[in-house]
């Protein structure tokens, strides 16, 4: 129905940035949400930062005023840069969406995921 295709991972040291991307295709109405998750081993999967269809932002409290989420409604894209880095950022990032679809129904899709590490 929707498919999610992320990129930009990879390794940077710490205080480095990284920017990561996610493009979302199928059959799109609308979206309602998208954003980014991450899992580090062992541990649940969290919420990094989130926006709406109306351009507000949510975000974890531990990346607030280092990572910064931003939406091309036009593309379908949402975007994620990371700065600042720190080691406890390592993680692997998933994409999310929660979209209309053309036929009216609601769709939550997910990215494959993308590795993030920070060395120190």
């Known amino acids: 129905q929707v498919q999610l295709v992320e990129s930009g991972g990879g390794l940077v040291q710490a205080g480095g940035s990284l920017r990561l991307s996610c493009a979302a295709s199928?059959?799109?109405?609308?979206?309602?949400?998208m954003g980014w998750y991450r899992q580090a081993p062992g541990k649940q999967r969290e919420l990094v930062a989130v926006?709406?269809?109306?351009?507000?932002?949510n975000s974890a409290d531990s990346v607030k005023g280092r990572f910064t989420i931003s939406r091309d409604n036009a593309q379908n894209t949402v975007s994620l840069q990371m700065d600042s880095l720190k080691p406890e950022d390592t993680a692997v990032y998933y994409c999310?969406?929660?979209?209309?679809?053309?036929?009216?129904?609601?769709?939550?899709?997910w990215g494959q995921g993308t590795q993030v590490t920070v060395s120190s």
């Open positions: 199928g059959r799109i109405f609308s979206i309602n949400v």
């Open positions: 926006v709406t269809a109306g351009g507000s932002t």
């Open positions: 999310n969406g929660n979209f209309v679809l053309r036929d009216g129904r609601t769709y939550d899709a």
